[in-house]
T-cell receptor, first 114, second 117 residues
Framework: DAMVIQNPRYQVTQFGKPVTLSCSQT?????MYWYQQKSSQAPKLLFH???????NEADTPDNFQSRRPNTSFCFLDIRSPGLGDAAMYLC?????????????FGQGTRLTVV | AQSVTQLDSQVPVFEEAPVELRCNYS??????LFWYVQYPNQGLQLLLK??????LVKGINGFEAEFNKSQTSFHLRKPSVHISDTAEYFC???????????????FGKGTKLSVKP
């Protein structure tokens, strides 16, 4: 059974039109992460939530925002998508941020910007 | 700053042949290392990890990796590959700003393994 679920698996959006990607988890984990993976590049952490505590990576563009209304759900909002934002977006969770706590990844959402 | 280098962007190999995917890391302190596999249009699946202890780590699907501190390497190996091993493989190091968190990772650019019949 899927434990980290990303919806939709494929998303097409128009240039400049706000888009939201969704991640839900059934693990009751405290930490949720969002990664961006552009074509033929390494996944790159955008931000993470520890409970309601939001942690933004220093080089994450302002165009990217996130919301976590409750433990189970976390959203990635792209306010004005550009062509360069086309990528696979990966959500992950872990029970806490410690050495012996495994992270679990979702299947990803592939975003296309037209 | 920490970084991960995967020297080979693509590795073609014939079925049942051995394979080694190379990974080197840069870190001045203790490191925690991971290998993930990604099938087309799928998420990341953990193959194996090194946190401490034995430098030879065994993972799923018959893969293993050896942590070599003096060479700052963590190469992935499999003695006999199958067609189903065709995928992209990512080496990663835990971002030490977060105390070795397995969710805060710095990834290499990946190696595409192509297994041919």
């Amino acid at each position: 059974d899927a434990m980290v679920i990303q919806n939709p698996r494929y998303q097409v959006t128009q240039f400049g039109k706000p888009v939201t990607l969704s991640c839900s988890q059934t693990l009751n984990h405290n930490v949720m992460y969002w990664y961006q993976q552009k074509s033929s590049q390494a996944p790159k952490l955008l931000f993470h939530y520890y409970d309601k505590d939001f942690n933004n990576e220093a080089d994450t563009p302002d165009n990217f925002q996130s919301r976590r209304p409750n433990t189970s759900f976390c959203f990635l909002d792209i306010r004005s998508p550009g062509l360069g934002d086309a990528a696979m977006y990966l959500c992950a969770t872990s029970i806490r941020q410690g050495l012996n706590t495994e992270a679990f990844f979702g299947q990803g959402t592939r975003l296309t910007v037209v | 700053a920490q970084s991960v280098t995967q020297l080979d962007s693509q590795v073609p190999v014939f079925e049942e042949a051995p394979v080694e995917l190379r990974c080197n890391y840069s870190s001045s302190v203790s490191v925690y290392l991971f290998w993930y596999v990604q099938y087309p249009n799928q998420g990341l699946q953990l193959l194996l990890k090194y946190l401490s202890g034995s430098t030879l780590v065994k993972g799923i699907n018959g893969f293993e990796a050896e942590f070599n501190k003096s060479q700052t390497s963590f190469h992935l190996r499999k003695p006999s590959v199958h067609i189903s091993d065709t995928a992209e493989y990512f080496c990663a190091v835990s971002d030490l700003r977060y105390g070795g968190s397995q969710g805060n990772l710095i990834f290499g650019k990946g190696t595409k393994l192509s297994v041919k019949p």
